[in-house]
């Protein structure tokens, strides 16, 4: 049996009694300060920190901060505005009044309030208002919000657990991160210097395949299913490994069978690449599903026999293109990568068995940087969840039945 358990079993037996935080904690208000100000009192070495909504934390000097409210017990802090969070604190601090904060001076442990809060912070995130612009939750989402009470020495051990937990979660994904760090500078490295090293006959891309855009599609053609509709962003988010903020966009079969037969048709084997605004950002189809992109946003260049799709895919991710790139667009307010630009662009062409030696080379680095499912972000993901697990059971009660 653990520690925590013997407590439990001597200390609260049959349950704890449930609270609402503003029946057991000390609410503290803020300091009314500008955005102006806390820029003109920034000061690194300042003794008093300063939170503002979001992740925005200064430092600054008491003296130039006269009328602050400043907290100087451990606090946990309610970031109620843009990223909703909670954050403990345990040195002299204040913060803007739109937010609060908690503390506690009789026998009730702050940081476990800290955990508890953490462990919900996805409920008060559902409880925001504005999701579309600047969250932010009310006074009464954390005053109201119950939270078991357990007898001091059970939330001082939880704590004790927790700290050791999030400091042993902290150690591991700086090692895992380092790790991956390291495989990303191999992984640009062989990327730059495997098309450095070729000795190559260099060919335009418009001597080797076709390049075509796609015929438009206005706003009101817009499904919420059928064939998808890619756009530049769709292809941006992808290849970061990430969900399309703006969500997805399809079209109906008949138009897209009715566009393609004038541009053509998006095959496996093809490669999109984005045509303006962030540029030059490429992705591999990787089937022959239906599927259509947005003029002008995006453009397909063909697979052909003489340049594998994933050698060239590769290249578009290389210094050198990428150099190349800003040198043909860099006079331009709005960069724009055209359908002549592409046809125009050179590229290495070496032997069939030297590009595949090549992408076999840089596919080793760039799978475990950039799989998700099963490179190191994923452990990385995993290390967290475990801990997440692990304290949503630590903080779970039975309630004290009501005399």
């Not at 495997?194 to 000795?199: G, H, I, K, P």
């Not at 796609?214 to 817009?222: F, L, S």
């Not at 950002?281 to 259509?292: S, T």
Request: charged content about 25%; overall charge neutral.
């Amino acid at each position: 049996m653990s520690r925590l358990d013997e407590l439990i079993a001597e200390l609260c037996p049959d349950g704890v009694p449930f609270k609402k935080i503003k029946e057991v904690y000390t609410r503290i208000k803020g300091t009314p300060i500008t955005a102006s100000k806390m820029k003109e009192i920034e000061d690194p070495d300042g003794e008093i920190r300063i939170f503002a909504g979001g992740k925005t934390v200064i430092n600054a000097r008491e003296h130039n901060i006269p009328n602050a409210n400043i907290t100087r017990v451990p606090a946990v802090l309610v970031q109620s505005r843009g990223v909703i969070d909670a954050v403990y604190y345990d040195k002299p601090f204040t913060f803007k009044n739109e937010l609060w904060a908690y503390t506690n001076e009789s026998q009730i442990s702050v940081k476990y309030l800290y955990y508890v809060l953490k462990n919900n912070v996805e409920y008060f995130r559902a409880a925001a208002s504005g999701m579309g612009s600047l969250p932010q939750i009310s006074l009464p989402v954390t005053e109201d919000f119950i939270v078991p009470i357990p007898p001091l020495p059970v939330q001082q051990e939880i704590v004790r657990i927790l700290d050791h937990f999030t400091e042993l979660t902290a150690e591991l994904t700086a090692e895992l991160t380092a790790e991956l760090t390291a495989r990303k500078k191999q992984y640009e490295y062989y990327l730059s210097r495997e098309f450095t090293v070729l000795n190559a006959p260099i060919l335009k891309i418009g001597e080797i395949t076709s390049v075509f855009s796609a015929a438009r599609v206005h706003k009101n053609e817009w499904k919420t299913e059928g064939v998808p509709f890619f756009r530049s962003s769709d292809v941006i988010s992808s290849f970061g490994g990430v969900e399309n903020s703006r969500g997805k966009a399809f079209i109906s079969f008949e138009l897209y069978e009715n566009l393609s037969a004038k541009s053509g048709k998006v095959k496996k084997g093809d490669l999109l690449i984005t045509g303006g605004g962030t540029i030059g950002i490429p992705y591999l189809v990787p089937n022959d599903e239906p599927l259509y992109m947005k003029d002008a946003d995006l453009l397909c260049i063909q697979k052909n026999d003489s340049v594998l799709s994933e050698f060239l895919y590769f290249y578009f991710l290389t210094p050198q293109f990428r150099d190349y790139l800003a040198n043909i667009t860099h006079d331009a307010t709005i960069p724009h990568y055209t359908i002549e630009q592409i046809k125009k662009t050179p590229i290495p062409v070496p032997s069939q068995k030297e590009q595949e030696k090549v992408v076999n080379t840089i596919s080793r680095f760039f799978n475990l940087c950039n799989d998700l499912s099963s490179g190191l972000p994923a452990e990385i993901a995993a290390r967290q969840k475990q801990y997440e697990y692990y304290r949503d059971k630590l903080l779970t009660f039975k309630e004290l039945p009501k005399s």
